[in-house]
């Protein structure tokens, strides 16, 4: 399968996104605790689902991939065939779109784990958001990690 095979062709309509999911992940410390978060929202901007899960003490990378994958295992689960990812994650989507290698070996394997979820989907696309555009899912990161502080 070639690269190009992994995202939406160019002459696609926007709206064919049948869903379109903001992810971030975060950890205080590098490694500390840490957590995903993710917003999944359907073709009219409607949230339809979101949460954040703690993850133990991962790295911040370690957290980013962790949310791409919870939200291309909901849509595959959910049997959503088109699928776009927004992340303030720079390093995550030039991985994804295969512009960086990956080279750290647990990054790696997340990675692999990704790339396989979005061969199950019809179209799948990745793009970096600046981080103000990305603030529900950060929120649900804090929210997890903060939670998890309170119950220790």
């Not at 379109?20 to 689902?49: F, L, S, W, Y």
């Not at 979101?50 to 959910?78: C, F, P």
């Not at 295969?98 to 793009?127: D, M």
Request: with cysteine; charged share 30%.
């Amino acid at each position: 399968m070639t690269q190009s095979s992994l995202f939406l062709k160019p002459e696609a309509p926007r709206s064919s996104f049948e869903i379109v999911a903001n992810i971030d992940g975060g950890a205080r410390g590098n490694p500390g605790p840490a957590a995903c978060g993710v917003v999944v929202r359907n073709a009219k901007g409607e949230t339809i689902k979101e949460w954040g899960e703690y993850l133990g003490v991962q790295t911040n990378n370690v957290a980013e991939y962790s949310g791409l994958i919870a939200a291309l295992e909901y849509a595959v689960r959910e049997n959503h065939k088109s699928v776009k990812v927004l992340s303030d994650s720079e390093l995550l989507v030039r991985q994804m779109r295969g512009q960086y290698k990956v080279k750290n070996p647990a990054l790696r394997e997340l990675y692999e784990r990704a790339r396989a979820l979005t061969r199950k989907l019809g179209h799948f696309s990745i793009e970096h958001v600046m981080r103000e555009r990305n603030r529900e899912a950060d929120r649900l990161v804090n929210q997890a990690l903060d939670s998890r502080k309170k119950g220790s």
